[in-house]
């Protein structure tokens, strides 16, 4: 069990441009999800998959995001011309099964982003 | 998902248990108590959860009031590794995300 692992640690981007933060979740994990925490704030969430169905997106997640989980395996969160308000700690999680009410999630140590 | 109420902030000296509550006034029969923690420049970790009864494990116990309306996260001794945001989250039936709220900053002093 090497644990979520999340890549970059962290980004600095100029206002404008994509990012793409990649997330690999513990093996044979089947849910994913990525948060987003602002400073002083608990984590928000923003989607989740199931294998490789994205199943539920938070109104947060405008058009300019898009999350992938291809082949059930790691799943990438990529911002498109990215704004200041972007910036913040972008958080994955799994879990081994469908999200019982009892069921353990895994984080990662967060990309963090700064949008300049 | 119920809502939860925890204090903004906590402190506490290291090597004294602490203990942090929460009121889940709203809680329905079904839904699970969950506590995280999240140390700086950490995402959070899952410290312990339960349903009725009371839970220990080698992190904390967890003390659940017999309404089930509130609980209290224990930490029997501790130390300066403890000092984290502490997360006290409701999840029942049908969720399918954890709900973050504020948390409780805990301070403790050396």
């Known amino acids: 069990d090497t644990g979520v692992s999340q890549n970059p640690r962290h980004k600095i981007t100029k206002r404008g441009q994509n990012v793409t933060f990649r997330c690999d979740p513990i093996s044979e994990h089947n849910r994913l999800y990525w948060y987003r925490q602002t400073l002083g704030q608990g984590p928000e969430f923003l989607t989740y998959?199931?294998?490789?169905?994205?199943?539920?997106k938070s109104r947060l997640l405008s058009d300019r995001f898009s999350a992938e989980r291809p082949k059930g395996s790691f799943s990438t969160l990529e911002i498109q011309r990215t704004e200041q308000g972007d910036s913040a700690m972008y958080l994955c999680?799994?879990?081994?099964?469908?999200?019982?009410?009892?069921?353990?999630?895994?984080f990662g140590s967060g990309t963090q982003l700064s949008v300049l | 998902d119920a809502k939860t109420t925890q204090p903004n902030s906590m402190e506490s000296n290291e090597e004294e248990p602490v203990h942090l509550p929460c009121n889940h006034s709203?809680?329905?029969?079904?839904?699970?108590i969950h506590w995280y923690r999240q140390l700086p420049s950490q995402g959070p970790e899952y410290v312990i959860h339960g349903l009725t009864s009371n839970v220990n494990n080698r992190m904390a116990s967890l003390a659940i009031a017999e309404d089930r309306k509130s609980s209290t996260l224990i930490l029997h001794r501790a130390t300066l590794r403890d000092a984290a945001v502490y997360y006290c989250?409701?999840?029942?039936?049908?969720?399918?995300?954890?709900?973050f709220g504020q948390g409780t900053r805990l301070t403790i002093n050396p």
């Open positions: 989250i409701l999840r029942g039936q049908g969720a399918q995300k954890l709900v």
């Open positions: 999680a799994s879990s081994p099964e469908g999200g019982a009410p009892n069921e353990k999630l895994f």
């Open positions: 998959f199931q294998n490789e169905a994205q199943l539920e």
């Open positions: 709203t809680i329905s029969g079904t839904d699970y």
